[in-house]
């Protein structure tokens, strides 16, 4: 994994002084994030954004995640700057507040921590399911190919009948609301064995929650054998707002998300990002998946 090596600049530290009154702390960077960096400042995290990622984007994300929190104690969102906005921008970076929470990442091959991820996702998307709001400012990553539309960047993984399957689900599957976007293990904290916190909105988008549901097994699950059947039995358990899956919708819904991944891989190829031998074998690993999972 290649994660993100963003500074945390003097300017940085002086702008979140002097929007948040935040100054104290040495400004430790925290483990995780592949394309935001995340500094320890206090009792308080300054998260350090890509400078493609636009304000008006970063602040729709937000306002996801403060929904959530306002429903989900689990929920950790950004806190507001006194003019109520949540990003500022600093040497053309989105620069963020967050309260800290102690914790580490859950282990996903642990049973009952995976059981927990599940019925936390499910309660999650019971607080969002009734939160509505305005069109994203620009597609997530995740919807590019959604809907049956050929994706221009995983000419790699073409795949027509995936297309046309993907644009008759959603036609029969027409409940959307707000999604995580990225819910796995390294976006969750847990404390004591027990996940207290579910953090970074990113990726949030409006979908259908069965695609979050899918791949989240996925990540959850044995990610190198397919998707979690036990996640997914504690998820509906727990009145998560996705309809039960058969085993095709599941696996193509999987491939869905292994199709993004390759996508993302060769983006990151593209900008220069040298990968190591563990992050081509786990790439090769999920390419092989897709074509395993073809109905």
Known sequence: MIYASIPLTFAIRQAVAGTWGISDGEGVRLHGGEESAAYLLGEHVVRVGPTWRTTAEAEWCHAIGRAAAERLPEAVAPLPAPSGETVIRVEGRPISLWPYVE???????????????????????????????????????????????????????????LDRWLAAFHEQHPRRHPLHGDYYTGNTLARNGA???????????????????????????????????????AYLEEGGTAAPLTQEELAQLVRHKLRREYAYFHQAVAAGVVHDEDDLAYHERRVALFHELAP
């Open 195 to 233: 996940i207290v916190a579910v953090l970074d909105w990113d990726e949030t988008f409006v979908g259908a929650p069965e695609l979050e549901l899918a791949a989240a097994a996925l990540e959850w699950g044995d990610d190198e054998l397919g998707p979690s059947k036990e996640f997914v039995d």
């Open 103 to 161: 914790g580490s990442w859950p282990d996903s091959d642990l049973p009952e921590q995976r059981v927990q991820g599940a019925r936390l996702l499910a309660r999650l998307h019971t607080a969002l399911a009734g939160v509505r709001p305005p069109p994203r400012p620009r597609p997530a990553f995740q919807e590019e190919g959604l809907y049956g539309t050929p994706p221009a960047d995983a000419a790699g993984l073409a795949d027509p009948s």
